[in-house]
């Protein structure tokens, strides 16, 4: 009995709690399923990568968690290229209020930093070691815990290979699914007793 009243208290806080989807306790969860990236360094290379990434709300608006990122991209005459990262993720939206432009959408800063590594097909240009990217993005919520995005990304890669610095500048669409906490599912369990 239990279960099937966690069950739907977690179902109603998914339905109705998502006004505060950004709120203290509460989990984000999704990826970057799509990701243009224009590639800086020569050769200039068109790339499709894979970016999941979960965080939990340490406050209202402040998001700690992890991102992995893995992609093949590809390069006229030059093979096929790997990029990988682990690493560790922080991602503010902003005071209430002021990051919402449209009605259900908000703006968001995104940092990580971890390993990270690209190492592209032919001789030269391998850059594995510190990864880091941050930049500026944009939710819209399709309902009340799903938040289509777009983040733009300044990444650089320090560390050792045949090149010492790497960096890219990428544009990603994705979604992001956003859960009430354990706090968020009480309150709601209690508030149905």
Same mark, same amino acid.
């Given at each position: 009995?239990?279960?099937?009243?966690?069950?739907?208290?977690?179902? =109603?806080?998914?339905?109705?709690?998502?006004?505060?989807?950004?709120? @203290?306790?509460?989990?984000?969860?999704?990826?970057?399923?799509s990701d243009i990236k224009f590639g800086l360094d020569k050769p200039n290379v068109f790339s499709l990568n894979i970016n999941p990434k979960a965080a939990w709300f340490i406050q209202d608006g402040l998001a700690l968690?992890?991102?992995?990122?893995?992609?093949?991209? *590809?390069?006229?005459?030059?093979? *096929?290229?790997?990029?990988?990262?682990?690493?560790?993720?922080?991602?503010?939206?902003?005071?209430?209020?002021?990051?919402?432009? +449209?009605?259900?959408? @908000?703006?968001?800063?995104?940092?990580?930093?971890?390993?990270?590594?690209?190492?592209?097909?032919?001789?030269?240009?391998?850059?594995?070691?510190?990864?880091?990217?941050?930049?500026?993005?944009? *939710?819209?919520? +399709? *309902? !009340?815990? =799903?938040?289509?995005?777009?983040?733009? @990304?300044?990444?650089?890669?320090?560390?050792?290979?045949?090149?010492?610095?790497?960096?890219?500048?990428?544009?990603?669409?994705?979604?992001?699914?956003?859960?009430?906490? !354990?706090?968020?599912? !009480?309150? +709601?369990?209690?508030?149905?007793?």
């Amino acid at each position: 009995m239990k279960k099937l009243c966690l069950t739907i208290s977690l179902t =109603i806080g998914l339905l109705y709690g998502a006004s505060a989807q950004i709120q @203290k306790g509460n989990v984000m969860m999704g990826a970057n399923i799509s990701d243009i990236k224009f590639g800086l360094d020569k050769p200039n290379v068109f790339s499709l990568n894979i970016n999941p990434k979960a965080a939990w709300f340490i406050q209202d608006g402040l998001a700690l968690g992890g991102d992995v990122n893995f992609g093949l991209a *590809t390069a006229k005459g030059a093979g *096929t290229s790997i990029s990988y990262g682990i690493g560790a993720l922080g991602r503010y939206y902003g005071s209430k209020g002021t990051d919402e432009v +449209v009605k259900n959408s @908000k703006f968001f800063g995104e940092a990580t930093v971890g390993v990270n590594g690209i190492n592209p097909a032919g001789s030269g240009g391998s850059t594995n070691g510190l990864g880091f990217s941050f930049g500026p993005g944009f *939710t819209y919520f +399709v *309902t !009340r815990s =799903i938040g289509l995005e777009t983040l733009l @990304k300044y990444n650089g890669i320090v560390g050792f290979g045949s090149s010492a610095y790497s960096h890219t500048l990428s544009l990603g669409v994705g979604f992001q699914i956003y859960l009430p906490g !354990r706090s968020t599912a !009480r309150k +709601v369990e209690n508030d149905m007793k």
